[in-house]
């Protein structure tokens, strides 16, 4: 190769080479770029190649033009690395990028279930009265579940048919709070008044009305002096407590064997005020059950019948519930769908 034409090669190399170092965009592309300059195949390595058939004198020269080409190069390679390796970072840096001035997202809200909400409402309305919360397992022995409440061993309730036993004889699961009750006047003297909230367990066809659970609140009061009026007068108060100042009570005879008389409670409806409508059909709702505690049992707990009465209720929180809000099917009460939950709101 001639030298001049060899010198002409470099010069247009360099300038070549700056140019395309410069307009690089990648890190990938400065790689090829790299080897089209300065690899084995590039016009540079070709004028490198050809150094050893031109003359010494010249040889001398055209080296170090074309080393300092190739430093030249490679400096404005290194520059244009940094440069691209820098903006690579800064886009990462952009991509990740925090905005903390942004509004935090806010955590979805829960709220108390529907049934929580109305028992506590029930227990406030008797604890502002000045009834005491009483509670007690829920596997319970037939003393406290039956026999103390005067139920006796051949009443069809105490049937497995009825009941849910366990396998421990003599256990079950209780049918309903009043052996909380008993519990607690086998433990202390009258005056008592408490409301003893919680679960029951019943063998029942599961329907829109009945479950194999449910929850009840019930109440007691053992004094010396107590009436049925006071029983009425309690019950119409609670009434207005929970459906409004308007309400008023009705009471049917029933029977329950811890009880006499044994009642049947029903409240005027607080969407028609007791005309009729579709809600409560003739005007009435039935709530709830009561009556004068039988003296048996105020003997069973030790209590002397003579000198103390008392009226005891009881009452299912998912009727209570169903009735408030107009919910017809107490099974949405256990589905846990989220839809029908978070219309109660209430994070009391
Ligand atoms: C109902 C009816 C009732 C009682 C519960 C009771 C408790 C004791 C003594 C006497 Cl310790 N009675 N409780 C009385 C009458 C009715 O419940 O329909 N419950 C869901």
Known sequence: MDPSEARRILDGE?????????????????ERVKVSLLGRRSPWSEVQRSLGAVDPE??????????????????AIAGRRAELEGSADDRLLEG???????????????????????????????????YRVAEGPEIEDEWHNFEALNI?????????????YIDVPGLLLRTETSAVQIRTMETEEPPVYVVAPGR???????????????????????????SFSDLKGTLEAFARAMFGPDRRVRLHPDYFPFVEPGVQVAVSCFLCDGVGCRVCGNGWIELLGAGMVHPRVLQNCGYDAERFTGFAFGM?????????YGVEDLRLFYEGDVRFLEQFGGAA
């Not at 360099?14 to 400065?30: F, H, N, T, V």
């Open 14 to 30: 360099r300038e070549r080479g700056l140019e395309l170092i410069a307009a690089a965009s990648s890190l990938d592309e400065l």
């Open 58 to 75: 010249a040889r001398r020269e055209l080296g170090r033009s074309s080393n300092e080409v190739k430093s030249a190069l490679e400096d």
């Open 96 to 130: 990740d990028r925090v905005d903390v001035t942004l509004p935090g997202r806010r955590p979805r809200q829960g709220s108390l279930h529907p049934l929580t909400i109305v028992q506590a409402q029930i227990v406030d309305v008797f604890t502002r009265m000045g």
């Open 152 to 164: 006796p061993p051949d009443h069809p309730a105490r049937t497995m048919k009825d009941s849910l």
């Open 200 to 226: 029951v367990y019943r063998r029942e066809a599961v329907d829109a009305t009945h479950g194999s659970m449910f929850q009840q609140v019930e109440g007691l009061a053992v004094d010396e002096g107590i």
């Open 316 to 324: 299912g929180v998912e009727r209570v519930a169903m009735v408030r």
